[in-house]
């Protein structure tokens, strides 16, 4: 996709996917002109096979594909959720296998499932069980930003209201009042393995989803968050978080120290791919 197709001079705003294509229609929508297809496996487990899933655009770099979306959910005291797809029974050759999957995400036509996440060995992860008892909220690690540390400890849960000065918060990479990020974990509760995310509170957000019905539906407030696990070789990127990303022309976009990927939070698209089939248990 050229520079003028992706930043139209008209509006001079990104542009975000509009609605929900096929498979076979998705490869002229793609990240960077086409769709990034992983290769097959035949391993056994539930799920995986080709896999449709909204994604930030991975836009430079090794990356095959965007890092994907975890739809999110604010509770009245200001809590952040991810939402978790609804767990079902499914046959898969000729045997009774738990799924996580939601059908019609919030009306907007779109499949949301636990195959989204597996990738990077997330799949075999104790928190990707269908059934794994979490309230699926995002709380805080260690913390990626002076302010995160400062406000929160270990394990405890992100707060919308914490994001207050969104608009102006700025760390001295790249440029003030894109939006202010935090990094923690999901699913992840007295387990071996944590889920990293990322979650961005943003008026970009906000506006970009006043044109899309499943960004709309995902994010609340401006907050939209995702799985941050780099889709090369599965290291932790962060947004915001390293000062030799302007080498990269990333310092406003998400970079991934290993191996250079650059991901724009800000450029929501559908990636095609094939997920690893989750464990037998």
């Known amino acids: 996709m050229s520079d003028s197709d992706k930043y139209p001079a008209d509006s001079g705003r990104r542009r975000f996917v509009k609605g929900v294509v096929g ?3 998705l490869a002229g929508v793609g990240t960077t002109g086409a769709a990034a297809i992983n290769s097959a496996t035949t391993s056994p487990g539930a799920g995986g096979g080709p896999t449709q899933a909204y994604a930030i655009e991975n836009t430079g770099g090794p990356a095959p594909r965007g890092m994907p979306l975890i739809p999110i959910e604010i509770d009245g005291d200001g809590f952040i959720k991810g939402v978790w797809p ?3 029974t499914v046959t898969q050759n000729g045997v009774d296998v738990q799924i ?12 949301y499932s636990q195959a989204w996440f597996q990738y990077c060995g997330v799949q075999s992860y104790e928190g990707m069980a269908p059934d794994f008892e979490s309230d699926n909220y995002f709380r805080s690690d260690s913390g990626g930003y002076d ?4 406000t929160y400890s270990v394990g405890d849960r992100l707060n919308v209201n914490d994001f ?6 700025g760390n001295g ?3 003030a009042g894109l939006g202010k990020p935090a990094t923690g974990t999901w699913r992840s509760e007295d387990t071996e393995d944590t889920m990293p995310i990322q979650v961005l509170r943003s008026s970009r957000i906000e506006e970009a989803a006043q044109d899309n019905d499943f960004l709309a539906a995902a994010t609340d407030q401006g907050v939209i968050a995702w799985l941050n696990k780099c889709t090369h070789f ?3 990127p962060g947004y915001k978080q390293a000062a030799d990303s302007a080498k990269f022309n990333a310092e406003d976009g998400v970079y991934c120290q290993c191996h250079q990927s650059v991901y724009d939070p800000f450029s929501i698209v559908q990636t095609l791919f094939t997920a690893l089939p989750r464990p037998e248990e």
Not at 100 to 111: F, L, M, P, R, S
Not at 147 to 150: D, S
Not at 164 to 169: A, Q, R, S
């Open 173 to 175: 990479i790249g440029n």
């Open 100 to 111: 996580a999957q939601t059908d019609d995400y919030e009306g907007t036509g779109v499949t």
């Open 23 to 25: 498979g076979a229609a």
């Open 147 to 150: 302010w995160q540390r400062e």
């Open 164 to 169: 207050d000065d969104y608009e102006t918060w």
């Open 86 to 88: 609804e767990v079902q």
């Open 234 to 236: 599965c290291c932790v």
